[in-house]
């Protein structure tokens, strides 16, 4: 079963940035997806973007054209560049694998957009 362990959540003001990192304790199969989950209190989670082995990426629709979904192969690493945050953004963001039927959670990041 991988592992994951993410970095860089943090407080950010509306209009800001952050970058989240989360890497993998092997190399991920072509046949595994990576995503990140964003969750507020009393919530579950909910996905907000996604990227396959092949760098096909997905967004809901509150992030497209603010968040960026990128990996890198070579380091077994996928990032989440988050450009123009607003309050609606705060949550705890984590780093999911699917693979095989299974999913496997990083251990979660805590981001909050405040002024």
């Known amino acids: 079963q991988v592992h994951l362990v993410e970095s860089g959540g943090g407080r950010v003001e509306p209009g800001g940035s952050l970058t989240l990192s989360c890497v993998a304790s092997?190399?991920?199969?072509?046949?595994?997806?990576m995503a990140w989950y964003r969750q507020v209190p009393g919530k579950e989670p909910d996905i907000v973007a996604s990227?396959?082995?092949?760098?096909?990426?997905g967004y809901v629709g509150a992030v497209k054209g603010r968040f960026a979904n990128s990996r890198d192969i070579a380091t077994n690493t996928v990032y989440l560049q988050m450009n123009d945050l607003t309050d609606e953004d705060t949550g705890i963001y984590f780093c999911?694998?699917?693979?095989?039927?299974?999913?496997?959670w990083g251990q979660g990041l805590q981001v909050t957009v405040s002024s």
């Open positions: 990227i396959t082995h092949d760098g096909i990426k």
């Open positions: 999911n694998d699917f693979s095989g039927g299974q999913f496997t």
């Open positions: 092997r190399p991920l199969a072509t046949s595994e997806q």
